[in-house]
């Protein structure tokens, strides 16, 4: 059946609120937490398409993209999770349930670090190619495998490349607060069919544009100019109306020391703001559910 589409939202209408200790705009740090649960041709039988370079054009394993994909669990975890760290920044991972595996030493920092683990899926399987008891199941392992990593069931959830099922399973699960699998706003808002808390997300405030075959970013510097102005939209429209932004990174993108500048230079930028929540998207709606549910 096909599903409503929201053209409207809130339109005019934008609720009046403060986000905890009356701040104005809130601020959500996404780390996409992968490396490990990419597409392999010795594994789920497809080559990876999206890296530093274009894949190899035959169904065999791309030695140079899994390097790339390695880099980020041996070296841009733990430059990242040292930055957050030093800056006292709370982050929310978008994690795949095989990346954590891969490194359980960089899941255990995490965790002890005090971020949020968001189910990013068990690994990278496309939702959308399933039938409905396929994804539950495949939600259901990945739910399993965070809990049995972290010792904590996820709270949100963001598919990658969810199914018109998805919302519909998701609140089949207790655990699940909020799914972010929706660039449609920019403050949370309730699905109408399913009542599951929505957390928008960012396609363009965003690394992934780094990676071939985008490639829209070709320095640090553009995308923190990018992310920079972003901010400043948002938080000058919040002295008005209370917004969110969402910024997202990946760890083999800005993991890497010319990347890394943008995020470094971002963090800095925004805790010198006032006003600024700097915190998890399940802090975020838990808010929201208390205050709008």
């Known amino acids: 059946m096909f599903s409503f589409r929201d053209f409207k939202g809130y339109g005019k209408n934008l609720p009046k609120f403060k986000w905890p200790g009356n701040k104005s705009l809130a601020l959500s740090f996404v780390f996409n937490y992968e490396e490990g649960a990419e597409h392999s041709a010795v594994i789920d039988g497809s080559v990876e398409q999206i890296g530093e370079f274009s894949p190899v054009d035959i169904k065999v394993r791309d030695m140079g993209m899994e390097s790339v994909y390695e880099y980020a669990q041996r070296v841009g975890i733990w430059r990242i999770l040292d930055l957050l760290r030093e800056k006292h920044v709370m982050a929310t991972f978008y994690a795949s349930a095989l990346a954590l595996e891969a490194n359980p030493e960089a899941t255990k920092q995490i965790m002890q670090d005090g971020h949020e683990i968001c189910d990013h899926g068990y690994g990278w399987r496309e939702l959308f190619n399933m039938t409905p008891d396929e994804e539950r199941k495949e939600i259901m392992d990945s739910i399993n495998?965070?809990?049995?990593?972290?010792?904590?069931?996820?709270?949100?959830?963001?598919?990658?490349?969810?199914?018109?099922?998805?919302?519909?399973?998701?609140?089949?699960?207790?655990?699940?607060?909020?799914?972010?699998?929706?660039?449609?706003?920019?403050?949370?808002?309730?699905?109408?069919?399913?009542?599951?808390?929505?957390?928008?997300?960012?396609?363009?405030?965003?690394?992934?544009?780094?990676?071939?075959?985008?490639?829209?970013?070709?320095?640090?510097?553009e995308f923190y100019e990018y992310l920079k102005d972003t901010f400043d939209i948002l938080y000058s429209e919040s002295k008005q109306s209370s917004k969110m932004m969402s910024a997202a990174f990946h760890i083999r993108v800005s993991g890497r020391p010319g990347r890394f500048s943008a995020l470094k230079q971002f963090i800095d930028y925004a805790i010198s703001k006032d006003n600024v929540w700097i915190t998890t998207r399940e802090n975020i709606a838990r808010f929201w559910l208390k205050e709008f549910k």
């Open 145 to 221: 495998k965070i809990e049995r990593l972290t010792g904590k069931k996820p709270t949100g959830f963001y598919a990658r490349e969810p199914s018109e099922n998805t919302l519909n399973i998701l609140s089949e699960f207790h655990n699940f607060l909020y799914d972010s699998d929706s660039y449609a706003d920019d403050i949370p808002y309730f699905h109408r069919e399913t009542g599951m808390l929505i957390i928008p997300y960012t396609p363009d405030a965003n690394d992934f544009h780094f990676q071939n075959p985008i490639n829209r970013f070709s320095t640090g510097r």
